[in-house]
């Protein structure tokens, strides 16, 4: 079994901060690539940020230069979410693409979501 447990969520005003955790355990063989996704009522998941093992990230255009995604170690990744905008309104939702211990396939994870909610 796998968990992604995500921290971090809350009300901000616009131009203020937040920052987002997630911590992934259980039977993880191997972590690959580990980033941030987020959803608003109606439409589609769309990528925020992505760390990859060797240390690569990837932003959606939107947050770049606002956003940072990094990690402490190979098992968690934080979102640090600067000069917010309610466009940035939505449920962030922590994604792992890891093995575990019983099937070398890899697969996603998720966690539960954060609401992150900007407004003032």
């Known amino acids: 079994q796998v968990r992604l447990v995500e921290s971090g969520g809350g009300l901000v005003q616009p131009g203020g901060s937040l920052r987002l955790s997630c911590a992934a355990s259980?039977?993880?063989?191997?972590?690959?690539?580990m980033g941030w996704y987020r959803q608003t009522p109606g439409k589609e998941r769309e990528l925020v940020a992505t760390?990859?093992?060797?240390?690569?990230t990837n932003y959606a255009d939107s947050v770049k230069d606002r956003f940072t995604v990094s990690g402490n170690d190979k098992s968690t990744v934080y979102l640090q979410m600067n000069s917010l905008e309610p466009e940035d309104t939505a449920v962030y939702y922590c994604?792992?693409?890891?093995?575990?211990?019983?099937?070398?396939?890899?697969?996603?994870?998720w966690g539960q979501g954060t609401q992150v909610t900007v407004s003032s």
């Open positions: 994604n792992a693409k890891l093995s575990t211990s019983w099937d070398p396939r890899e697969f996603d994870a």
């Open positions: 259980g039977s993880i063989f191997r972590i690959n690539a």
């Open positions: 760390l990859n093992g060797g240390g690569s």
